[in-house]
């Protein structure tokens, strides 16, 4: 069983940066593909970036790329979503998810969740 912790999220304006950040709890977690999903008030869970077990595959929704970037630390079994120029759409809940694949933007693909937290962004 993976635990998946995320926190770092708040309410910013538009133009500011955050830094989202999801803690796991196993050891396995260096192993796993890990990824960002968020769902927007009235809107479905959509993927916004992965990164495979090694950090060498990286990939991004069209919405963020340019903007976001995620990076993993194995050592601390921790995965980060740095969000620079934050935009008002960019509202929304944002999960942590963990997956068993090399590579995958499916939510699907990914067995283990997070709880969420929340960023807002003003305009």
């Known amino acids: 069983q993976v635990r998946l912790v995320e926190s770092g999220g708040g309410l910013v304006q538009a133009g500011d940066s955050l830094r989202l950040t999801c803690a796991a709890s196993e050891h396995t977690f260096s192993r796993r593909l890990m990824g960002w999903f968020r769902q927007g008030p009235g809107k479905e869970r959509e993927f916004v970036a992965a990164i495979s077990w090694n950090g060498g595959n990286t990939d991004y929704s069209d919405s963020v790329k340019g903007r976001f970037t995620i990076s993993r630390d194995n050592a601390k079994n921790t995965v980060y979503l740095q969000m620079n120029s934050l935009k008002p759409e960019d509202t929304a809940v944002y999960y942590c998810?963990?997956?068993?694949?090399?590579?995958?933007?499916?939510?699907?693909?990914?067995?283990?969740w997070g709880q969420g937290t929340q960023v807002t962004v003003s305009s």
């Open positions: 998810a963990a997956g068993p694949y090399l590579r995958s933007t499916n939510s699907r693909m990914f067995d283990y």
